[in-house]
């Protein structure tokens, strides 16, 4: 059993600007160049929809030139990095805006990262199984996050996830100075995001948050934004997911996804995150929130079965609207009845390839010890890798 720890390092760099609205705000503000490549996704949406027309027209209004990267898929890829990367390299861009999702906004920072360095192997800065975690030689181009979805909380932290497809790897890639310099969060962004997209990225917030409450890390400040985040999530995700124009339930996502994120700037997330990016190092159009809502009963079913932090699931339960709680387990009820409302409760790992069987399970046990293994560190008591490999195959249907 465990408790809050008393101590705690907070370090916020990145001014938010948050509010509907808020994207016509970005002129007025003391932007940290001259020239700025705009990273969006190789989808149309953000096209479609104007977002990146305003951004232009906000950079034109601060006298600031721009490029357009659109190469980013929904799982960003080492190569998407670095074909980024040079594009801001030969265009002399002196910093990055990244506007879209958390795939967008992970790529983005990483691309500003990498531009500045010497060579053009990502992976020369990057850990993992194959990386060769050299120091930066150069510092890091500043970025500008306006983010489009309430998913990843990526517009606060200071690593993007990254995969390189030929070896099964989906790492975190970072640096201490890559925090955004300014964070555009406008709810009115994210109007037009489907309702099953919605609540994909609302479960990814959530489980960061989930996640962090229950980690070894876990102190004052990560509860306080970790349970705003879960109350949040809880009361007005199935708003969200059932009208995705209303604006309040857009805004209280919005704020809910940056609270996870400082969640992860606070404390940690957990193992949970470790093994989807596992599943969807293999299975690359697997949605990231999809696979964690698949994985989820049986996780956090195997810690209540362990007993190591009862009182947090309880804590936890009652946040989730479950105010009654008083035993571990309603915590399960309350997670299962969320994702019921929104609609989410019947994912199925077979329907992305998956087969069930217990050699693949500890493959994927194995393979997300050894490329994030970091995060088995925060879990609040050790595994094995048969007892992750048990807890993908619990979720196997």
């Known amino acids: 059993m465990f408790d809050s720890n008393l101590s705690y390092s907070f370090n916020a760099p990145t001014r938010v600007i948050f509010g509907p609205g808020s994207l016509n705000k970005l ?45 980013v898929g929904s799982n960003p890829t080492k190569e998407a990095v670095e074909a980024g990367a040079k594009v801001a390299r030969e265009n002399g861009c002196d910093f990055v805006v990244a506007l879209g999702g958390g795939s967008v906004l992970d790529a983005g920072k990483v691309m500003a990262m990498f531009a500045p360095q010497p060579g053009d192997d990502l992976w020369d800065y990057a850990g993992g199984t194959t990386g060769k975690n050299k120091p930066l030689v150069n510092p890091s181009l500043p970025w500008i996050a306006i983010t489009t979805t309430a998913g990843t909380g990526s517009e606060v932290d200071a690593a993007g996830v990254i995969s390189k497809l030929e070896t099964h790897e989906k790492i975190g890639v970072g640096a201490a100075d890559l925090n955004a310099k300014i964070a555009i969060v406008d709810p009115e962004l994210m109007l037009t995001v489907p309702a099953k997209f919605t609540a994909y990225q609302g479960f990814d917030a959530l489980f960061h948050s989930l996640e962090g409450y229950i980690s070894k890390p876990a102190n ?86 362990r007993h190591v932090c009862d009182s947090r699931f309880v804590d936890m339960a009652r946040a989730m609207g479950k105010k009654d709680a008083e035993k571990p387990e309603d915590f399960l009820e309350a997670l299962r009845g969320l994702q019921e409302v929104c609609g989410v409760d019947d994912l199925r790992m077979s329907d992305y390839g ?44």
């Not at 940290?32 to 949406?45: D, L, R, T």
């Not at 990016?277 to 195997?302: D, K, N, Q």
């Not at 595994?383 to 992750?388: L, R």
């Open 27 to 71: 002129h007025e503000q003391q932007l940290p160049g001259k020239k700025a490549m705009i990273v969006i996704s190789s989808g149309k949406s953000t096209r479609a929809n104007g977002y990146l027309d305003r951004t232009e027209a906000e950079l034109d209004a601060a006298g600031v030139e721009h490029v357009v990267f659109d190469g």
């Open 220 to 305: 004052l400040f990560s509860d306080m934004v970790q349970l705003a985040a879960i109350e949040n999530i809880s009361t007005w995700l199935p708003r969200a997911v059932a009208d995705g124009s209303d604006l309040e339930a857009r805004a209280h996502m919005a704020f809910a996804n940056t609270m996870s994120g400082y969640s992860m700037v606070t404390s940690a997330c957990t193992s949970e995150h470790s093994m989807e990016h596992a599943m969807s190092a293999f299975h690359p159009e697997l949605p990231h929130g999809a696979g964690l809502t698949m994985i989820s009963l049986a996780y956090f079913g195997y810690w209540i079965d």
């Open 354 to 397: 998956f087969t069930g069987t217990h050699e693949e399970a500890l493959e994927l046990a194995r393979t997300a010890r050894s490329t994030m293994g970091g995060l088995f560190m925060c879990d609040p008591d050790t595994t094995t890798d048969e007892d992750i490999a048990g807890i993908y195959e619990r979720s196997f249907k």
